[in-house]
């Protein structure tokens, strides 16, 4: 039975999403956005899909690169069980696909499910660093000012602290006090034993080569997530600059760090409809093809994530 913590959370993102959506609701004609999606030009749309697929395989082999001074994870089961946690996040609030995802992989391999949760908090950290630079670099190149500078500028603070504390969780064995907080956890062994696991996880973080090999995906995972957005604005007859969609792209991914519902539902289409008209894209083609983008989205992971799941409950069964 689900916590009053855990209810009070989804109430206060399913209001969220409310919200974003009554904003976005307000500002659009429905029914040329309606007219506009009618119109989109297959051709595109199927691009879209293309690169939309590739993105996800990168982001399962940077999760494969993660995990391999752990252990060797063949990525057909990374890449299942990150669909599985996508497929979670698309159906059960606050990011708990994160949580599904380290479960899953665990079940499958054998590893333990707080190491691999500490690669995943890697991992997030990555994103979003890259994620936040590429959104960075094009508010400086695009000259943008208002709300979505100030949202960028507020990611790269919280990037910072996210680096910082990564780095606190490797060192914390060497900080003052370190011996006396570890002497009070070893009275609850399991915690203890729960907490040593993370940190091999987040330990991947100090392997220079690994990490390397990290960004340079995400690079190329974020280069498909732009060319996406690029093809979905394609589609219903914008055709963005690779600046304008690079900041679309990045700026709508991070809007989904908002609490809201599941699915990201309003947060996602709020901020395509903000960010578009912040570099000049009228409100209609903006919240159109934002739906593109979420909606195939959402149907291509919770579609993958259905048969990953399904499969890998058939493998561990055999």
């Known amino acids: 039975m689900p916590s009053r913590g855990g209810l009070a959370r989804a109430a206060i993102g399913v209001a969220i999403s409310a919200v ?174 729960v907490m040593r696991r993370l940190r091999d996880g987040l330990r991947v973080a100090s392997d220079p080569r ?14 498909c997530s732009v060319l996406t957005f690029a093809s979905a604005a394609q589609a219903v007859g914008i055709a963005p600059t690779i600046g304008q969609a690079a900041l679309l792209s990045a700026g709508t991914n991070l809007a989904t760090a908002i609490p809201a519902a599941p699915g990201y539902v309003g947060t996602f289409e709020l901020a395509a409809v903000t960010i578009g008209g912040s570099i000049g894209i009228a409100a209609e083609p903006a919240l159109a093809f934002g739906v593109l983008v979420h909606a195939a989205a959402l149907l291509v992971t919770s579609l993958g994530g259905a048969i990953a799941f399904m499969t890998g409950s058939r493998a561990a069964n055999r």
Do not use: K
């Open 20 to 193: 974003a959506l009554f904003l976005v609701v307000r500002s659009v004609d429905l029914g040329a956005v309606w007219q506009t999606l009618q119109r989109a030009e297959p051709r595109w749309l199927a691009l879209m899909l293309v690169f939309l697929c590739i993105d996800l395989f990168l982001r399962a082999v940077r999760w494969r690169t993660l995990l391999a001074p752990v252990a060797a994870v063949p990525i057909r089961t990374t890449l299942g069980s990150l669909l599985v946690g996508y497929l979670a996040n698309n159906v059960l609030p606050a990011r708990l696909g994160e949580l599904v995802r380290s479960h899953d992989l665990g079940q499958r391999t054998g590893i333990s499910r707080s190491t691999i949760l500490g690669t995943i908090v890697v991992e997030r950290v990555v994103d979003t660093i890259v994620a936040v630079a590429i959104a960075a670099v094009a508010i400086l190149v695009l000259s943008v000012r208002g709300i979505v500078a100030s949202a960028v500028l507020i990611g790269l603070a919280v990037t910072a602290l996210l680096v910082v504390a990564i780095a606190v969780g490797l060192a914390a064995h060497r900080l003052p006090g370190a011996d006396r907080a570890r002497e009070f956890i070893a009275r609850w062994p399991r915690v203890h034993d």
């Open 210 to 223: 690994t990490m390397a090999l990290a960004v340079a995906l995400s690079l190329g995972s974020w280069t």
